[in-house]
């Protein structure tokens, strides 16, 4: 197995552990103690930072360092609160992403929309800033909604809501952001086409 496919290979494994995280802990934790489930996420978080390092995305290792620094942190205080706040600390760093790429020379979503269209024109520009905002939004609410899941909610109701529903309201986001683009970007059209 040549190295590209084992390290697409593991990338693969490392994502689809992320999506099911909330899942295997539900389950996890009627087996094991929450310290060696945290322990094993932590391994998981520095193989993720691993992989970073080796691909050279050094601010993204450097971000999956400071989420495994905070959980060793809260780990010493409780290995079960730890567990229970990973979500929010995953989308706390993801808002925290994109905010600062607002202060850069292409929000993320306009980088994101030049891999597929290099040239965008100034509408569409204005649009992505626009859309990296909203996604803000997005992880600053579903951070909130997965710390009060972790502090007050049952285990049942944290899983329920961190491996199911936030996946769907990220799924909605970003199906219906496509027609709500193309209905704007057609207005937008009608009114350059009526000024011209």
């Given at each position: 197995?040549?190295?590209?496919?084992?390290?697409?290979?593991?990338?693969?494994?490392?994502?689809?552990?992320?999506?099911?995280?909330?899942?295997?802990?539900?389950?996890?934790?009627?087996?094991?103690?929450?310290?060696?489930?945290?322990?094993?996420?932590?391994?998981?978080?520095?193989?993720?930072?691993?992989?970073?390092?080796?691909?050279?995305?050094?601010?993204?290792?450097?971000?999956?360092?400071?989420?495994?620094?905070?959980?060793?942190?809260?780990?010493?205080?409780?290995?079960?609160?730890?567990?229970?706040?990973?979500?929010?600390?995953?989308?706390?760093?993801?808002?925290?992403?994109?905010?600062?790429?607002?202060?850069?020379?292409?929000?993320?979503?306009?980088?994101?929309a030049?891999?597929?269209?290099?040239?965008?024109d100034?509408?569409?520009?204005?649009?992505?800033?626009t859309?990296?905002?909203?996604?803000?939004?997005?992880?600053?609410?579903?951070?909130?909604?997965?710390?009060?899941?972790?502090?007050?909610?049952?285990?049942?109701?944290?899983?329920?809501?961190?491996?199911?529903?936030?996946?769907?309201?990220?799924?909605?986001?970003?199906?219906?952001?496509?027609?709500?683009?193309?209905?704007?970007?057609?207005?937008?059209?009608?009114?350059?086409?009526?000024?011209?």
């Amino acid at each position: 197995m040549s190295w590209s496919v084992l390290k697409r290979v593991a990338t693969f494994a490392l994502a689809c552990l992320g999506v099911a995280y909330p899942v295997l802990v539900y389950f996890g934790l009627t087996t094991f103690s929450p310290r060696i489930i945290l322990t094993g996420l932590m391994i998981v978080v520095l193989l993720r930072a691993t992989m970073f390092a080796v691909t050279k995305r050094y601010v993204a290792t450097g971000l999956v360092v400071m989420v495994a620094i905070i959980l060793a942190i809260a780990g010493i205080a409780s290995e079960l609160v730890a567990i229970r706040f990973y979500p929010v600390i995953v989308s706390l760093t993801m808002g925290t992403v994109f905010t600062i790429t607002l202060f850069s020379k292409a929000p993320m979503i306009e980088r994101l929309a030049r891999i597929k269209m290099p040239d965008l024109d100034d509408y569409a520009i204005t649009y992505t800033r626009t859309l990296t905002k909203v996604w803000i939004g997005f992880f600053i609410a579903n951070a909130m909604i997965s710390g009060w899941t972790a502090y007050y909610a049952s285990m049942a109701i944290w899983t329920l809501y961190n491996g199911l529903v936030s996946y769907i309201l990220m799924g909605v986001l970003f199906i219906g952001e496509w027609p709500v683009r193309r209905i704007l970007r057609a207005r937008h059209d009608r009114k350059i086409k009526g000024n011209a």
